[in-house]
């Protein structure tokens, strides 16, 4: 029984960092802005390049 508010104290550090982990936002919020692909890639430091056209005979 000396050992019980040793192990409530642990059992509320333990609930405080799982509510704190749960509080930290996300990042779902970016996902509902609507970004192009030239803008997604500029941010990553990239560029968008175009495809190639098809060509007009397929090879075999």
Known sequence: MRNLPVLII????IALGAA?????PTREAD???P???EQAAAD???TVLPTDPK???EPK
């Open 55 to 57: 060509l007009s005979i």
């Open 20 to 24: 704190s982990l749960l509080s930290l």
């Open 31 to 33: 996902a509902a802005r």
């Open 10 to 13: 642990v059992l509320a550090i």
């Open 44 to 46: 990553a430091g990239a």
């Open 35 to 37: 970004v192009t692909t």
